[in-house]
Nanobody, 126 residues
C-alpha cells in the first residue's frame, strides 16, 4: 500500500503563488511516476484533470493550461512531490490531488494512477 498526504493549499488572490506538497509513504519503491490533478468545484471525479506529472527519471509533462506557470518537482530522498504554482488565476480554483502510478503507461490520464491522496483545496480570488 501507498499513502499520499497533500498539504500547502489555501486562498490567494489572482497573480499569487502557492506551493503544494505531497508526502508519500509505504511501498514507495514501487512508484514509477507521480502527478497532480485538480477537480473544479461542482464536478465529480470524472471531471478530474491532469495538471502535471513526473517520472522516476525526472521527466515531466505539464498540461498546456499551466505551462509557464506551474512546475512539478520531486525529492526522492524525502519521498515528496511538489507543485510550485505561480501567476494563479481564478480558474485554477479547485481541489488538488496527488497521485502515484505503478504501471508503465506514463501520462496525465487519471486512469493510469492507482493511489490518490485526499486532496488540498486551492482557492484563487479575483
Amino acid at each position: 500500500q501507498i499513502q499520499l498526504v497533500e498539504s500547502g493549499g489555501g486562498s490567494v488572490q489572482a497573480g499569487g503563488s502557492l506551493r503544494l506538497s505531497c508526502a508519500a509513504s509505504g511501498y514507495t519503491d514501487s512508484i514509477y511516476y507521480m502527478g497532480w490533478f485538480r477537480q473544479a468545484p461542482g464536478t465529480g471525479r470524472e471531471g478530474r484533470e491532469g495538471v502535471a506529472t513526473i517520472d522516476n527519471y525526472g521527466n515531466t509533462i505539464h498540461a498546456n493550461i499551466v505551462v509557464g506557470r506551474f512546475t512539478i518537482s520531486r525529492d526522492n530522498a524525502k519521498n515528496t512531490l511538489y507543485l510550485q504554482m505561480t501567476s494563479l488565476k481564478p480558474e485554477d480554483t479547485g481541489m488538488y490531488y496527488c497521485a502515484a502510478g505503478l504501471g508503465r503507461r506514463w501520462s496525465l490520464k487519471s486512469d493510469e494512477y492507482q493511489y490518490w491522496g485526499q486532496g488540498t483545496q486551492v482557492t484563487v480570488s479575483s
